[in-house]
């Protein structure tokens, strides 16, 4: 004869047994429904609020193979971390255009921009920017130059630059400019200026 | 002294702990330098297993060696040990030779042993074992424990070609790809992975001074070539991995012939051995051949570099171009040597290793490009390094001993092709391994003349490319041999 009280306790417990069943069953199923589809799932970035001004873009163009320094007016917000994010993406911005002097690959775009430590900033772009950036050592020298000296001369303090792909290491930007090292802006200075 | 023996206890055991922490790192490392190891060869994979020794017997784990070769499990089954290979059965008991495999009696020569619910066989008992197991041939070399399943092999022969410098080309019957140490009048080449077979004789021997002779060993695993010489040797892959070519460093030949009555330059065939002048000394002689150039065609194998057009991939023109450029520098009498003369996959790192290696006065690096047209130069632009220590420099800042030579190269290089009305551009490039090369270093870049795609890879445009940059180099031959 199994005592009254332990058919109760044991009653109880499949009871809440099942009732969390049925509650991880609901769960489970709004998940899924919320899940976004693939086309919609990179970061939608934050409308930017604030003054514009007037900055400074090193423009890649192509055909002659030069880098320009470019003037355009963008709103910029005030932290030191958002401007840098914000001046680089006017820049892809240029690049992603139909009649962009330098296009970039479909759906290449800034990740992020850490300010790692005084003078270091890690520039972090996608894995379409690299997978779809066209191979040849003066089509991506344009594009590391245009990034690192875009970014040390909006951002007054930054004396050397590391380019990561998808938050990674990587070997080289297409086959050719390479990204295992960190550059200097002061020597990349002097590659601009033969650029221009 | 209260306080001061208070904060002895209470140190002693942080100490106690550094050391005991200390003591199993060298355990373990002293272990790890000693680690006995079997290497496994089949046809489709080749594997390396740490052998276990106990009571004097060599053990290796039965799961582990059939693991890549089949569907294994195994489970303890009572006093018995059950494992399943490819849907057969077999059992062995812990503490006993007697054991069933495959469903027939099987008497292993050394007890069976179980830890932790693995299964640990002799090593001896491998060749039977696994032909019992397989139901193929199996050669195992007991004393280098290499295990050799089926028909796995690689051969290879080695000839001398009496060139000058006299170079030992090495066929191989697949590809390989060795871990390669030189020492003072050696080549080691070390097959983990190959399963190369050992030669009919395990010393040979060629009629050259400069490659007398070949080793091959085998121990703990792996295979061995040692190729020795009394000048530095280097190597160089070619045929998709399925050929090496040694060949003794060209400033060490001129010095290994400077004994010799009457020193001779080395030369290039095609030319005319020049006479030495009279009082001329081994120094000089050294000296002059000490100009020396690599030639790099970048990319290669997996890595096709650019795609210029749906048929034209980047490495195959500039391996084109690098042969042509070779031919070229040859004919002007100096000593070249291309870094790949097939399509070979090589990393960054290998082709400044390599280059390092040689010592040339020069190192060029090729590259090709859709845009744009004519021909663009580059140097290192060199990466934030850390400094060198002593006399060892900071692998991504090598360069930085030998930028101005390597502008003045580039310089020349501008010149010459200027003066045969190819479009030239000089700039400076985050490009690998120029700033890993301890040489002068110029990447050139040959873009299509007047944007014409179709003419990169046209002869007359690559002769005109590699005749300008063959004058570039020979114009700084004095000031490159002076700089070194």
């Known amino acids: ?196 | 002294m209260p306080w001061s023996s208070r904060r002895t206890k209470r140190a002693a055991p942080a100490v106690i702990s550094c050391l005991a922490l200390l003591f199993a790192f060298v355990l373990a490392v002293s272990g790890f330098a000693d680690e006995k190891r079997l290497t496994i060869y089949s046809g489709a994979t080749s594997y390396s297993l740490t052998v276990r020794e106990k009571d004097g017997t060599d053990y290796v784990g039965l799961v582990e060696i059939l693991q890549p070769l089949g569907s294994v499990s195994a489970r303890t089954d009572g006093r018995a040990w059950r494992l399943t290979y490819n849907g057969s059965d077999s059992e062995f008991t812990p503490g006993k030779t007697r054991a069933r495999v495959q469903g027939q009696a099987f008497d292993l020569p050394a007890n069976f042993l179980l830890e932790n619910g693995r299964g640990f066989v002799p090593l001896s008992s491998l060749p039977s074992l696994m032909q019992r197991f397989l139901w193929i041939p199996v050669n195992f070399h007991e004393a280098s424990r290499r295990l050799f399943i089926g028909n796995a092999g690689v051969h290879f022969t080695a000839q001398i070609n009496k060139t000058n410098p006299p170079t030992l080309v090495m066929n191989f019957t697949s590809p390989v790809n060795p871990m390669i140490a030189t020492e003072p009048g050696k080549l080691r080449m070390v097959f983990t992975r190959e399963p190369l077979v050992p030669p009919g004789s395990q010393t040979l021997t060629f009629d050259s001074q400069a490659i007398p002779s070949a080793t091959f060993q085998e121990s703990n695993g792996a295979a061995e070539i040692a190729v020795s010489g009394p000048v530095p040797l280097f190597a160089s892959f070619s045929n998709d991995g399925r050929t090496i070519t040694i060949t003794p460093a060209p400033q060490a030949t001129a010095h290994a012939q400077a004994p010799a009555a009457t020193p001779a330059v080395p030369v290039p065939a095609g030319r005319p051995a020049p006479q030495a002048l009279p009082g001329a000394t081994p120094a000089a002689v050294s000296s002059a051949v000490q100009y020396f150039v690599v030639v790099d065609p970048s990319h290669g194998g997996d890595e096709r570099g650019a795609a210029l057009s749906d048929q034209l991939a980047e490495k195959d023109v500039t391996l084109a171009f690098a042969l042509r450029l070779r031919q070229q520098l040859q004919t002007r009498g100096l000593t070249t040597l291309v870094l790949r003369e097939g399509d070979a996959t090589m990393s960054l790192d290998q082709r400044a290793n390599m280059t390092n290696a040689a010592h040339p006065a020069i190192y060029v690096c090729l590259h090709a490009a859709s845009q744009g047209s004519g021909v663009r130069l580059y140097t290192a632009l060199l990466p934030a390094g850390a400094e060198g220590r002593g006399p060892f420099l900071d692998w991504n800042t090598a360069q930085s001993g030998f930028r101005a030579a390597s502008q003045t190269a580039e310089t020349s290089l501008a010149t010459e092709l200027g003066k045969r009305q190819v479009a030239v551009r000089s700039l400076l490039a985050p490009l690998r391994p120029l700033n890993n090369i301890t040489a002068a270093a110029v990447a050139i870049e040959i873009a299509p003349p007047a944007g014409k795609l179709a003419d990169l890879n046209s002869p007359g445009y690559q002769q005109l490319v590699a005749e300008s940059v063959t004058a570039g180099i020979e114009a700084v031959r004095d000031q490159l041999g002076a700089t070194r």
Request: glycine share 10%.
């Open chain 1, 1 to 196: 004869m199994i005592p009254r009280h332990l058919v109760i306790g044991i009653a109880a417990m499949l009871a809440v047994a099942l009732g969390m069943s049925f509650y991880a069953w609901r769960m489970r199923g709004r998940v899924t429904q919320a899940e976004t589809p693939a086309e919609y799932a990179h970061p939608v970035a934050a409308p930017v609020q604030g003054p514009t001004e007037q900055v400074t873009l090193y423009v890649a163009y192509d055909d002659p193979g030069v880098l320009r320094a470019q003037s355009a007016s963008i709103p910029l917000p005030a932290g030191r971390q958002e401007r840098a994010q914000e001046l680089l993406r006017a820049l892809l911005g240029l690049y992603l255009d139909k009649s962009s002097s330098h296009p970039l690959g479909p759906g290449a775009e800034l990740r992020d921009v850490y300010l790692v430590d005084p003078g270091l900033a890690v520039i972090d772009v996608n894995d379409a920017f690299a997978d779809g950036h066209r191979s040849g050592v003066l089509v991506e020298e344009l594009t590391v130059a245009s990034l690192v000296q875009t970014l040390a001369t909006g951002i007054p303090g930054i004396n050397r630059v590391q380019i990561l792909v998808g938050g990674r290491e990587r070997e080289t930007l297409a086959g050719h400019a390479d990204l295992s090292c960190v550059y200097d802006v002061a020597a990349l200075g002097q590659m601009v200026a033969e650029l221009q």
